[in-house]
C-alpha cells in the first residue's frame, strides 16, 4: 500500500514535471455569441495532445496515453467549478440588489400614489370652493369666489376708467373754458388703440357739461377778447369765459368728418379694422348714422342701379298678349325684375358677411342696407312693372301682382335660411321681422281695404260679361223681353240698356279700359277688334246653346282668382274673398247661363203640349250639357270653394244658402222642363191612341190577317216613344233619366188602361190586343227606369188584355182572386162582345 502511494506520488510529480498548463477561459468564454460547445471540447482535447503525437508517429507505432487529456479535463473541470462558484455568488448579489430595488420601487409607488391622491384631494377642495360647496363652510361657501373676483377687478377697471375719464374730462373742460384750447382732446385723439373713441365719447361729455354750465353758447359783449386761436373771450364772472359749446361742436363737427373720409378710404382699400374702429368712433355721432348713411350710399349696387332706372322692362309682345290672355298660363315674373331679384339675393348674401367685419352693430347696418334695397331698388322696379301691366288689362295687373310678390317673398325666405350675418344658422328674430315688414310694405298700396278684392271682382265680371254676350243676346231676342239676369239688375235699381249689345257696349265705354284690355274682351264675346259698336251684333242658334267648354273656362277663370287671392290676401280675408267670387259665379253660370237656357227649354217644351205634329223635343240635348254643367258647379262649391270658408261658419252658411238657393231652382226648372216633356209626349200618344179604330178590336173572319202584328195605333205609340225614349237617353242620365222615362211608362200605362175601356172586343180582337199589349210591356222593359219603377209595373197590361181572351171559369177564378180591383177589372169584362153570355154572367155573379 505504500508503495502504490509512493509510486502515486512519483506519478503526480512526474506529471506535474513533465505536463504543460491547460488552456485558460472565464465566464466571458461562454457568454459570447459564438460560443460552442463542440468547439470548446475539441480546443481542450487540442490543447492537451503533444505537439509529437499531433504531427503523427516517427519511428514506430506509441501507445495512446490518455492521461494527458485527463489532467486537462480534470483542470477544466476544476476552473468551471470555480466558475460556477463565482456566477452563483454573483446571481445571489444581483438577486439581492434586485429584491432591494423592487422594495425601491414599491415605496416610490407608494409615496407617489399618496402624492397624487392628496393633489386630487387638493384640486377637489379646490374646484367645490370655487363653484361654492356649502358643506366647505370656509369663507367662500355659497358664493363664487373667482367669478366676485372677476366682478371685483372688473368693477375696479371700471372705477379706474372713469376715473381716468374723468380726469381727463376736467382737464379738457378746464383748456376749453379757460383757454379755448382742445390740445387735450387732440392728445386723446392720438392714442393708438381706442383714442378716436375715447375722444368721441369725452367730446360727447363736454358738450352736455356745456349745456349745463354754458347754456348760451356764445359771448353777449361786444369788448370781449380773443383765445389765442381765434376764439371770443367772455368776461370773467363764474360762468366759463369762451364759448365752450361752439368750440366743442366745432370739434366734434370736424372729427366727425374725419372720421368718416378715413372710413371711406379703409372701405375702399378694404380694411375691415379700420372700418371697425371708426365705425365704433362714430357710434356716438347720432348712433352712427352718419356712417350707416356713408356705406349705404356708397354701394356699387345703388349706384349702379340708379343708372337703371329708366331702363325699359323687358319681354317680347306675345309674352305681354300671354299676360293677359285668361285662356292662357300666366308667363310669370317680368324679366327685369326677375334679375333684379336675384341679383339683390346675392348682394346681401355677399353684404351682409362684409357687414359683420366691418361694423360691431352689424345688425342695425344690415337693417339699414335692406330698407333701401327693398324701399327704392325693388320698389321702384316693382311700380314700373305693375303700372305697364295695369296698362294693359286687370288681369294683367293681377297677374303681375301674384308673380311679383311671390317671385320676392321666395327672397325673402332664401335671406332667412341663409342667415345673412349668422351665416349658416337662421337670421335673427329682428332681421326676420324686417324682412317680413319691408315685404308687406312693397305691396301694402295694393291691398288697401278692397281694393284688391274689387279688382278680382271688375275682371271675374268683365270675363264672364263677355263671353255670356253673345249667349245672352240671343235670348233676349227670341223672348224680346229681359232675362232673368236683367231682371235681377232692374231690381237693384240699375236702368236697363235697349238691349244686350248697347249695355255691354256702354259698359265698355263708360271704363276707362286700356285699349288692349278692350281689345281682348271683344275677342272673348267674337266680335272683331274694330266692331263698331252702333252695327247689330249677328248671333245664331248655336250661340244660344249650351257650351261644356264655356261653363269649364268660367271655373277656370273662377279657380285661378280664387287661388290668386289664397296667395295675396290675408288668410282671415279668405271666407270673404271666396263668398264675392263665387256670388259672381252663381250670377252669372247660374242666373244668367244656366237659368236662361232652361227657361228657353221650358219654353219650347211647353209650346209642344198641344202640337198637331209629334212634338218637337230637339230641346233635350241642352239638358245633357245643363246636368253637366250643374254638377261641375255643385262639386266646385262643395269640393274647393266651402272648405276655404270653414274659418267663419258665418259665411260658410251664407254661401251654403246662396248655393243651395240656386241649384233648388236650377233643379226646380230642369224639373219643370220634364214635366212639360212628359206632358208634351204623353198627350201625343194620347193622340195616337185615338186614332184606334172601332174595327180594330172587332175584326171580321175575313180580317185574320191581323192577328201576326200590333194595331197602327200601337205601331205609331211605340214609334214614337222609341224615339222620345232615345232622345232622353242622349240627353239624360242617371236618376233624371230613370225617374222621366219611369213616369212616361206609367202615363203610357195608365193611356192604354183607359183606352181599352172605349172598345168592344171579340175573340179575335182579344188576341190583337193581348199583342198591342205585349208591344207595350216590352218597349218599357228596354228602357233604362232602374228602381223608379216598381218591378211589374207594366204586367197589368197584359193581366188586362188576358181578361178578352180567356175563358168563363178562368175569369171566375180570376176574379175570386183580384181583391179591390175586382170592379175595374168587371169595366174591361164587360166589354167582351160575349159579356151577356151565360158562362160570363156567372163569372161576373160569382164575385
Known amino acids: 500500500m505504500s508503495r502504490s502511494a509512493d509510486s502515486a506520488s512519483i506519478l503526480t510529480h512526474t506529471t506535474s514535471r513533465t505536463s504543460h498548463r491547460g488552456p485558460a477561459f472565464g465566464l466571458d468564454t461562454f457568454s459570447t455569441k459564438d460560443f460552442i460547445v463542440k468547439d470548446f471540447i475539441e480546443s481542450l482535447s487540442d490543447a492537451a495532445i503533444p505537439a509529437s503525437r499531433r504531427s503523427g508517429p516517427a519511428s514506430g507505432q506509441q501507445a495512446f496515453d490518455p492521461k494527458p487529456l485527463i489532467r486537462t ?9 470555480s466558475l460556477s462558484e463565482e456566477l452563483e455568488e454573483r446571481e445571489n448579489e444581483l438577486s439581492g440588489a434586485v429584491r432591494r430595488a423592487e422594495a425601491q420601487h414599491n415605496q416610490n409607488v407608494e409615496s407617489l ?9 387638493r384640486f377637489q377642495r379646490l374646484d367645490s370652493s370655487l363653484n361654492g360647496n356649502p358643506d366647505d363652510g370656509g369663507p367662500d361657501a355659497g358664493g363664487n369666489a373667482a367669478v366676485r373676483i372677476g366682478e371685483r377687478l372688473e368693477e375696479l377697471d371700471r372705477q379706474r376708467q372713469r376715473a381716468e375719464d374723468a380726469k381727463g374730462l376736467v382737464i379738457a373742460w378746464q383748456e376749453v373754458s379757460e383757454r379755448g384750447d382742445i390740445s387735450a382732446l387732440e392728445r386723446i385723439r392720438q392714442r393708438p388703440r381706442d383714442g378716436k373713441v375715447r375722444c368721441a365719447h369725452i367730446a360727447r361729455q363736454l358738450l352736455k357739461i356745456s349745456a349745463r354750465l354754458d347754456p348760451e353758447g356764445a359771448p353777449h ?8 386761436n381765434g376764439v371770443r373771450k367772455r368776461p370773467t364772472g363764474g360762468q366759463p369765459r369762451y364759448p365752450t359749446r361752439e368750440i366743442i361742436e366745432k370739434f366734434l363737427e370736424n372729427l366727425e368728418q374725419d372720421l368718416l373720409v378715413q372710413f371711406d378710404e379703409f372701405y375702399r382699400r378694404p380694411n375691415y379694422d379700420g372700418m371697425r374702429e371708426c365705425a365704433i368712433a362714430l357710434r356716438d355721432f347720432n348712433d352712427g348714422a352718419s356712417v350707416m348713411a356713408t356705406y349705404v350710399n356708397q354701394h356699387s349696387f345703388f349706384i349702379d342701379r340708379n343708372q337703371l332706372v329708366t331702363e325699359e322692362l323687358s319681354g317680347d309682345v306675345e309674352t305681354w298678349d300671354r299676360l293677359q290672355d285668361p285662356d292662357a298660363e300666366p308667363p310669370g315674373v317680368e324679366p327685369t325684375l326677375q334679375s333684379l331679384v336675384d341679383e339683390v339675393r346675392i348682394v346681401v348674401q355677399e353684404e351682409s358677411a362684409i357687414i359683420k367685419r366691418a361694423f360691431p352693430y352689424y345688425d342695425e347696418v344690415l337693417i339699414r342696407f335692406l330698407q333701401r334695397i327693398f324701399q327704392q331698388s325693388i320698389q321702384q322696379r316693382l311700380e314700373m312693372v305693375l303700372d305697364k301691366a295695369n296698362d294693359l288689362s286687370s288681369l294683367a295687373f293681377l297677374r303681375s301682382l301674384q308673380a311679383a310678390r311671390s317671385y320676392i317673398a321666395t327672397l325673402v325666405d332664401d335671406l332667412k335660411t341663409h342667415g345673412l350675418t349668422e351665416h349658416p344658422e337662421p337670421v335673427t328674430s329682428q332681421i326676420a321681422a324686417v324682412l317680413d315688414q319691408q315685404l308687406e ?50 231690381q237693384r235699381g240699375k236702368e236697363l240698356a235697349a238691349s244686350a249689345r248697347d249695355a255691354y257696349m256702354e259698359r265698355l265705354d263708360s271704363t276707362d279700359l286700356p285699349a288692349t284690355q278692350k281689345a281682348m274682351l271683344l275677342r272673348i264675346a267674337g266680335l272683331k277688334e274694330d266692331h263698331n259698336e252702333k252695327k247689330d251684333i249677328d248671333v245664331t242658334d248655336e250661340d244660344g246653346k249650351l257650351s261644356l267648354q264655356t261653363a269649364k273656362r268660367m271655373l277656370k277663370w273662377l279657380a285661378e282668382g280664387v287661388g290668386r287671392g289664397l296667395e295675396l290676401s290675408p288668410s282671415n280675408e279668405t271666407p270673404k274673398d271666396v263668398q264675392n267670387l263665387l256670388n259672381l259665379l252663381l250670377t252669372h253660370m247660374g242666373e244668367i247661363y244656366l237659368e236662361t237656357a232652361l227657361d228657353a227649354a221650358s219654353d219650347h217644351a ?13 230641346h233635350l240635348p241642352a239638358l245633357h250639357t245643363l246636368t253637366t254643367i250643374l254638377h261641375l258647379l255643385q262639386q266646385t262649391t262643395a269640393t274647393i270653394l266651402l272648405p276655404l270658408c270653414t274659418p267663419n261658419l258665418t259665411i260658410r252658411r251664407e254661401i251654403e244658402k246662396s248655393t243651395n238657393a240656386t241649384l233648388l231652382t236650377l233643379e226646380s226648372k230642369l224639373s219643370n222642363v220634364l214635366n212639360l216633356t212628359i ?4 198627350n201625343w200618344v194620347s193622340k195616337c191612341l185615338a186614332q184606334q179604330k172601332k174595327t180594330d178590336f172587332r175584326p171580321k173572319d175575313e180580317d185574320l190577317t191581323l192577328l ?42 195608365s193611356l192604354v188602361l183607359e183606352h181599352l175601356r172605349k172598345y168592344s172586343v171579340n175573340s179575335t180582337g182579344g188576341i190583337i190586343i193581348t199583342k198591342d199589349m205585349a208591344k207595350y210591356v216590352d218597349l218599357v222593359r228596354g228602357w233604362p227606369t232602374g228602381e223608379e219603377l216598381e218591378p211589374g209595373a207594366m204586367d197589368v197590361l197584359t193581366d188586362v188584355a188576358n181578361l178578352f181572351v180567356i175563358g168563363s171559369e178562368a175569369l171566375r177564378e180570376r176574379l175570386r182572386n183580384a181583391g ?14 160575349d159579356a151577356g153570355s151565360v158562362g160570363v154572367q156567372a163569372a161576373l155573379s160569382a164575385v
Open 679 to 682: 206632358t208634351a209626349t204623353l
Open 820 to 833: 179591390p180591383e175586382v170592379n175595374e177589372l168587371k169595366a174591361y169584362i164587360l166589354k167582351r162582345e
Open 606 to 618: 211647353a209650346s209642344q203640349e198641344n202640337s198637331k205634329n209629334p212634338p218637337d223635343l230637339t
Open 221 to 228: 359783449l361786444n369788448g370781449a377778447g380773443k383765445s389765442p
Open 708 to 749: 201576326g202584328s200590333e194595331t197602327p195605333a200601337c205601331q205609331s205609340v211605340a214609334t214614337f216613344l222609341t224615339r222620345v225614349a232615345a232622345q232622353s237617353t242622349a240627353a239624360l242620365s242617371g236618376r233624371n233619366l230613370s225617374l222621366f222615362l219611369a213616369e212616361v211608362a206609367r202615363g203610357l200605362r
Open 113 to 121: 400614489g399618496k402624492k397624487l391622491d392628496q393633489a386630487i384631494d
Open 73 to 81: 479535463f480534470e483542470h477544466a473541470l476544476s476552473r468551471l467549478n
Open 441 to 490: 310694405d312693397l305691396f301694402v298700396p295694393y291691398f288697401v281695404g278692397s281694393s284688391y278684392i274689387e279688382r278680382e271682382k271688375k275682371n271675374l265680371e268683365e270675363l264672364y260679361s263677355s263671353l255670356l254676350l253673345k249667349f245672352t243676346i240671343y235670348h233676349s231676342r227670341r223672348r224680346k223681353m229681359p232675362t232673368t239676369y236683367f231682371a235681377s239688375l232692374a
